[in-house]
């Protein structure tokens, strides 16, 4: 099955300050690549998401970058905020339409200090 | 707009009984799918449930069940629970259907110990 490795687990930046996560993915079928952000006791919310036809994709200050060959995705959060402070998810599906599944990696939690 | 919603908030229950948590998916969306986290964890893949038919399951065991109703909602059920089934449990609804990966909308969770 899907295996999806994130890194780092911990990452500490300054206000205003660029913050980088990685991630890969074992499933050369996968083809959705969402990003999810968990503040503390609160839901995963989608942040922003790639899909396998797409290189890259911005939204304000965040972005995702897709390298099929390499089988790995991050995401890049630029002038850093502390309300930016969370635990942020990747996960890769495979399949599609009514029938596919969300494998997550175990998450990098983002301290971002004033 | 109501979003996702799951009942109950929180739940406590000894070794050995039964849970039944409840989903209610966004209005429109016929796709829901159960997600266990552990603390300090990724969201895990339990269950994924469309048009009434179960569509997806993860590696949990058989004590673990679930069912999506007309109006699509859902119940997961857990049998004999163990200590180690404490965790956030997480429902995500999705429009679904035709051939394109639908994006997953999560609900606050039900945060299931087990003592």
């Known amino acids: 099955g899907e295996n999806v490795e994130q890194h780092p687990s911990t990452l500490s930046v300054q206000e205003g300050d660029s913050a980088v996560i990685k991630c890969t993915y074992s499933?050369?079928?996968?083809?959705?690549f969402p990003w999810y952000k968990q503040e503390l006791g609160k839901r995963p919310q989608l942040i922003i998401d790639?899909?396998?036809?797409?290189g890259e994709k911005k939204d304000q200050r965040i972005a995702v970058t897709l390298n099929k060959t390499a089988k790995h995705f991050s995401l890049h959060i630029t002038e850093t905020q502390p309300e930016d402070s969370a635990v942020y998810f990747c996960a890769a599906s495979s399949g599609g339409g009514s029938n596919y599944k969300l494998t997550f990696g175990k998450g990098t939690l983002l301290t971002v200090n004033p | 707009d109501a979003g996702v919603t799951q009942s109950p908030t929180h739940l406590i229950k000894t070794r050995g009984q039964h849970v039944t948590l409840r989903c209610s998916p966004i209005s429109g969306h016929k796709s829901v799918s159960w997600y266990q986290q552990v603390l300090g964890q990724g969201p895990q893949f339990i269950f994924q449930?469309?048009?009434?038919?179960?569509?997806g399951r993860g590696n949990f065991p058989d004590r673990f069940s679930a069912r999506q109703f007309p109006n699509y909602s859902s119940e997961l059920n857990v049998n004999a629970l163990l200590l180690g089934d404490s965790a956030l449990y997480l429902c995500?609804?999705?429009?679904?259907?035709?051939?394109?990966?639908?994006?997953?909308?999560f609900g606050p969770g039900t945060r299931l110990t087990v003592l």
């Open positions: 449930y469309y048009e009434k038919e179960e569509r």
């Open positions: 995500a609804s999705s429009l679904a259907g035709g051939a394109t990966v639908w994006e997953q909308f």
């Open positions: 499933d050369s079928a996968s083809n959705y």
């Open positions: 790639i899909r396998s036809n797409v």
